[in-house]
């Protein structure tokens, strides 16, 4: 009778690997990358690749009791600070909505996404800091991920009633909206009792908008949020 290894490592990125007892043999899964190895008598074989494991950054932010987790690529760096990175340049293409861009931020976002095996019933984009405005590759990307991973596109659950300054256009703390001016500002329109939403922003810079946002959709009835950013906008 063949012996089942007690233990084994990830061949693609070398962690330990979470074993269970299934009745077609024993499945080995890789916690990190997600890849899946079913362990029988006859040998092993994989039945699930690994997932590219995407550049990203995680933090989890504590809002009137809720745990939500946070996801951003990378950090953004203003103009002011200097020429921007090619990541920050890319960044402000992606406001602009040019396509390439938009479409590989999207992909990005859907890998981590799924890297994270998280489960969003509805994606809803932050409004601009103009009154009605949404910006154009929020719009897109929040249509990519509707369409990709079958969930609703919440364009227009969050609006912003009154224009407010740009915080990462700010130079100083005293120019840059606070979070009473965002929660003021915005309103919650649409139905998402229950669900679990996935909030979507470009670039995070004091997080007053994202964190006006989050507590909206709760006190709308979301039962669970994440935060995913493009960036974050770098210290310094």
């Not at 233990?7 to 070398?14: I, L, M, Q, S, T």
């Not at 994606?123 to 949404?134: E, M, Q």
């Not at 606070?178 to 470009?202: K, P």
Request: charged share 25%; net charge positive.
């Amino acid at each position: 009778m063949a012996e089942f290894p007690e233990r084994k490592f990830c061949d693609n990125c070398g962690n330990l690997m979470i074993p269970k007892q299934t009745p077609e043999g024993i499945v080995f899964k890789c916690r990190y990358c997600k890849m899946e190895v079913l362990v029988t008598e006859d040998g092993e074989r994989v039945i699930k690749p690994p997932l590219k494991v995407p550049n990203h950054h995680s933090e989890t932010l504590w809002v009137n009791g809720h745990s939500v987790p946070f996801y951003y690529l990378g950090y953004y760096i203003p103009k002011r600070r200097g020429y921007p990175d090619e990541f920050s340049q890319q960044v402000l293409e992606f406001k602009q909505g040019y396509p390439f861009i938009v479409s590989r931020f999207a992909e990005e976002v859907v890998n981590l996404i799924r890297f994270r095996e998280l489960e969003p019933d509805i994606i809803v984009p932050i409004p601009r800091s103009s009154a009605g405005k949404i910006g154009l590759g929020h719009r897109q990307l929040a249509e990519y991920i509707s369409r990709t991973l079958g969930i609703r596109n919440g364009t227009g659950v969050l609006v912003r009633k009154i224009s407010v300054p740009s915080a990462h256009l700010a130079r100083s703390l005293e120019e840059r909206p606070n979070e009473a001016l965002h929660n003021f500002s915005i309103s919650c329109t649409g139905d998402i009792q229950d669900l679990r939403v996935l909030l979507f922003d470009d670039i995070l810079t004091t997080g007053a908008t994202a964190m006006a946002c989050i507590k909206k959709l709760f006190r709308c009835g979301a039962s669970e949020v994440y935060l995913i950013t493009l960036a974050k906008t770098g210290m310094g």
